[in-house]
């Protein structure tokens, strides 16, 4: 599984001196349908609420390059009332189409789809619905009941209408990613699913439509998350390496213990204690939540602006079930959710125990 690393600077949306082609605002299905598909080359296609930033922009140059120049990238703006739990959540969330279209067109999409609540359910609400399953009832579901639900029918029904031939989401909503996949394989979609790294402002935090609600004090204290996010990432890579050292100066190991110091250059006592002591094989995720979850409980012990925990999950990347204290190799995903204010967040990264047996 790719890791996204520590905070790399965002860029720009791709202003390079010339003015990008609007792309063709379509508000309707039939609009849609009549959109001529690229002979001999594949559409691609980028589903967002809309509120476009990097993160989104870089979802579309991805899509844009996989598609190639004689491709065709649809960019989706719909905000789905059917994944808000509230009535205030959904109003409260931005509207930007003049931005998104600017923002679309400089990442080189050809096409953008935004049609109004009753052009995707014409007939109100609909009855039959996608149902997220065990898998959606955990983390996020258990926060948002049946939001996944909701994301999951909106998004087979954007999958039939735009038709493409590969979808774009970006992994900084892993269990989202997760679900999709899940359900184009369970039921038989004819499309392939492509994660995207998650992309981040230089202080490390995660880019998100909902950060403009964050005020400066709040977004220092929302730092929390990819700071435990990384801190866990380098306590997972040290331990797994301190490990190798014990391993290389085992007796056993290819000769004895003394000539195992000597070819490390050190001392024996500082081996042992350090390598043979701290380097448990069985005890890396135990240790990659407590490293986490240290830094998160310093932030929410602030007296002002404080960060409050939903939850921190060690999980598999399949089902989104815990991983077991006992785990010595496979992917995992640490996932994360607070609430900085009134703003609710969410933030993820992906590692692999074992990755240097």
């Known amino acids: ?33 009549a959109l001529p598909r690229p002979a001999g080359a594949e559409r691609a296609v980028v589903m967002t609420m809309g509120a476009l930033h990097e993160g989104h922009a870089t979802l579309i140059r991805t899509a844009r390059e996989a598609a190639g120049p004689d491709g065709q990238v649809v960019v989706t703006v719909f905000v789905n009332p059917l994944q808000f739990g509230e009535a205030a959540d959904l109003d409260r969330y931005p509207r930007t189409l003049d931005a998104d279209l600017a923002t679309a067109a400089a990442a080189g999409a050809d096409a953008v789809f935004a049609p109004g609540v009753d052009e995707v359910y014409p007939g109100g609400e609909p ?43 970006g992994q900084k909503d ?8 899940r359900m184009v394989r369970d039921l038989n979609f004819g499309v392939r699913i492509t994660g ?8 490390g935090l995660a880019l ?22 990384f801190a866990a990432q380098d306590r997972l890579a040290a331990q797994q390496a301190l490990h190798e050292r014990a391993k290389a100066t085992a007796p056993g190991a290819g000769g004895d213990r003394a000539a195992g110091l000597n070819k490390l250059g050190e001392a024996r006592a500082a081996a042992d204690a350090q390598a043979v002591a701290l380097a448990r094989p069985n005890g890396a995720p135990a240790a990659v939540r407590a490293t986490a979850r240290a830094i998160l409980e310093e932030a929410a012990a602030r007296d ?54």
């Open 1 to 33: 599984m790719t890791t996204t690393g520590h905070p790399t600077p965002t860029g720009n949306t791709g202003n390079t001196g010339t003015t990008a082609p609007t792309p063709a605002l379509l508000r309707t299905a039939a609009e849609l349908d």
């Open 127 to 169: 009855q039959v619905r996608i149902t997220a399953g065990p898998m959606g009832e955990r983390l996020e579901g258990a926060s948002r009941p049946g939001h996944f639900d909701g994301m999951l029918t909106v998004v087979a029904k954007l999958l039939h209408l735009t038709r493409p031939d590969e979808a774009f989401y």
């Open 174 to 181: 892993a269990q989202q990613l997760a679900l999709i996949t």
């Open 196 to 203: 995207v790294p998650t992309v981040r402002d230089p202080d």
């Open 208 to 229: 998100s439509s909902r950060n403009r609600f964050l005020s400066p004090q709040e977004r220092h204290t929302a730092l929390a998350l990819p700071r435990a996010l």
């Open 304 to 357: 002002r602006h404080p960060l409050v925990l939903d939850y921190l999950a060690l999980v598999d990347p399949a089902d989104f079930t815990e991983i077991p204290d006992d785990r010595e190799s496979g992917d995992a995903i640490l996932a994360v959710a607070v609430r900085v204010g009134e703003t609710r967040l969410i933030d993820n990264i992906p590692l692999t125990f074992g990755a240097l047996t």
